[in-house]
């Protein structure tokens, strides 16, 4: 353990979180196994080893399947409030590991320990609407065209459902998918991230604690550990009927055509390339905020993360100078120490692909407004922090329709109507977030209306970064389609099934049709 990852409590963490230096990536509840060659977990923080985790071999997976289906068998007919007292439960352990858990997610994954706290809090969230709606789960009746039949819908739970997730959220995307997934009456096999893979061994150990508290199978949930190859066990699998992706639009194509091949179910929550326009009546202040926060919180790796700002002609040099100016007081660093706003990036490879976005972008004419680089020297061993950039470009550039997952700000002038700043916030393929920063009701229900903005999240008057857990959380476009966490968003992990009972004694047939025998 490192100097600084000691300095900051990291050591009492995993403790706490029951983790060893070896962790067993493979586990039904309880049981922990997984043979496979391990994958070192170590921390852009400060390049450190934290910990090691073995990966899913395919005997390993078997396993894993024969389990989820058993407890599969008793699980779905378990009464979902009882589903929701048990996720009720694993909500309460989640405020009691708030901390511990938190601050292993800044240092496996870098973002900041506020951001890290704000994680765990999305999952307790969705633990708590989970639980109320562990209560409803309602269809529908409708009005029999036959006199004397009942006709309704119901919702049944699928059976697996397998999740892949981004290392950039790795545990909060595992906890909107679970929480409401147990509750419909499903079990789940997670397969997190390869470069976080502590994280998901930390939120095994809590949910496997509060299942044997309840004397519940093992298999309700399951981890699986490794790279896309472990992801592609269940992709592949006809067995597991319903699998839920967040990661790159690469990786969402990929899975989409596997699943689709079986004719199984993905939810995809892939990447995004997310504007806020700043019209005339916009407020400076918020803007600033709104605009900073999102391009450069959690350095720029939110799949909501702000890419681009479309800027009226009027405001342009007034709103460049306030967000240039911002940018001057940045303080970038270790992500532990509450002081710094900005972390580091991933790993190395995410640094090279921010270089050549740098690159990329002056080649195709952009004009840098505040450099970038690379930080080295004390606090920055590791190589993966970088500073944030801003630059000038156009839409149309191949860079600007590009999600380059660092922060990277592309500033973007519109003249005229709010029209042609929608036109240019919807002319990329990506569909995830978009804003407004307006004082002006036509131009914000404009913007809102169906010829507005064309992505699964529109705000007004918010940057782009930063959801609640109440709404459906998903996009358009390249950004897949799915809906997840809030909402109606429950429904993707049931079944649906339409009844119609006669209660009478003809057998009267749909449409009027005549069959007398
Ligand atoms: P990634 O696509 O490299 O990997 C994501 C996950 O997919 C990993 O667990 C990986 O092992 C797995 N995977 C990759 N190829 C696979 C395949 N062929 N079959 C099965 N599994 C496969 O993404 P990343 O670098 O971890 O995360 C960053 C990306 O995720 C960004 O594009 C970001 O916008 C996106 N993201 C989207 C959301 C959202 O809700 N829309 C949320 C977080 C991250």
């Not at 586990?27 to 922990?32: F, I, R, V």
């Not at 008057?461 to 857990?469: F, H, L, P, R």
Request: glycine share 12%; proline share 3%; net charge negative.
């Amino acid at each position: 353990m490192s100097t600084l990852a000691k300095e900051f409590g990291i050591d009492k963490a995993l403790a706490q979180l029951g983790l060893q230096e070896t962790n067993h990536g493979t586990s039904t509840g309880n049981q922990h196994f997984g043979s496979g060659p391990e994958i070192k977990s170590s921390s852009p923080v400060d390049g450190a080893a934290i910990a090691k985790v073995t990966t899913t071999t395919q005997e390993d997976y078997e396993k894993v399947i024969a389990s989820a289906k058993a407890a599969f068998m008793e699980w779905r007919v378990i009464p979902a409030p009882q589903r929701g007292e048990v996720v009720r439960q694993f909500g309460e352990e989640l405020r009691r590991l708030k901390e511990p858990l938190g601050k292993l997610v800044s240092y496996e994954m870098g973002k900041s320990y506020q951001e890290g706290l704000g994680e765990v809090q999305e999952m307790i969230d969705i633990c708590d609407f989970a639980v109320g709606l562990s209560r409803q789960l309602h269809g529908l009746t409708m009005h029999s065209e036959r006199p004397g039949h009942r006709m309704y819908e119901q919702y049944h739970p699928l059976g697996i459902v397998g999740i892949i997730s981004a290392f950039n959220f790795p545990v909060a995307v595992w906890a909107w998918n679970t929480a409401l997934a147990w509750v419909c009456g499903d079990v789940c096999v997670w397969k997190p991230s390869e470069k976080t893979p502590l994280c998901g061994v930390a939120c095994q150990q809590i949910i496997a604690g509060v299942l044997k508290k309840n004397n519940l199978p093992e298999g309700i949930s399951c981890l699986i550990n490794g790279d896309y190859k472990v992801g592609e066990m269940m992709t592949t699998d006809k067995r597991v009927p319903m699998v839920s992706a967040t990661g790159s639009t690469r990786m969402g194509r990929i899975v989409a055509s596997t699943v689709g091949e079986r004719l199984g179910k993905s939810l995809l929550e892939l990447g995004g390339n997310n504007a806020i326009i700043v019209t005339p009546d916009a407020d400076i202040k918020m803007t600033v905020i709104g605009a900073v926060f999102g391009a450069v919180g959690t350095a720029g790796q939110r799949c909501t993360s702000t890419r681009r700002i479309i800027i009226h002609e009027k405001m342009y040099d007034k709103v460049k100078d306030a967000i240039v100016d911002a940018y001057q007081q940045l303080k970038i660093g270790n992500p532990l120490d509450e002081n710094n706003h900005v972390g580091p990036l991933i790993d190395q490879d995410a640094v090279k692909n921010y270089q050549k976005a740098l690159k990329d972008v002056v080649d195709q004419g952009g004009n840098i407004l505040v450099e970038g680089g690379v930080l080295s020297g004390q606090g920055f061993e590791s190589g993966c922090y970088v500073k944030p950039a801003i630059a000038e470009a156009s839409n149309d550039m191949a860079i600007v329709q590009h999600e380059t997952f660092a922060p990277v700000l592309y500033l973007l002038k519109y003249k005229g109507d709010v029209e042609n700043a929608i036109e240019i916030q919807n002319g990329v393929d990506q569909g995830l977030s978009s804003a407004i920063m307006t004082n002006n009701l036509r131009e914000a229900e404009r913007f809102l209306s169906h010829a507005g903005s064309d992505c699964g999240i529109a705000n007004v008057n918010i940057g782009t970064s930063g959801a609640e857990i109440g709404g459906a959380f998903g996009g358009e476009k390249d950004t897949g389609g799915g809906r997840e966490s809030g909402s109606d968003a429950w429904k993707v992990y049931m079944r649906r099934q339409t009844n119609t009972i006669n209660y009478t004694t003809e057998l009267p047939l749909a449409q009027g049709i005549k069959f007398d025998l």
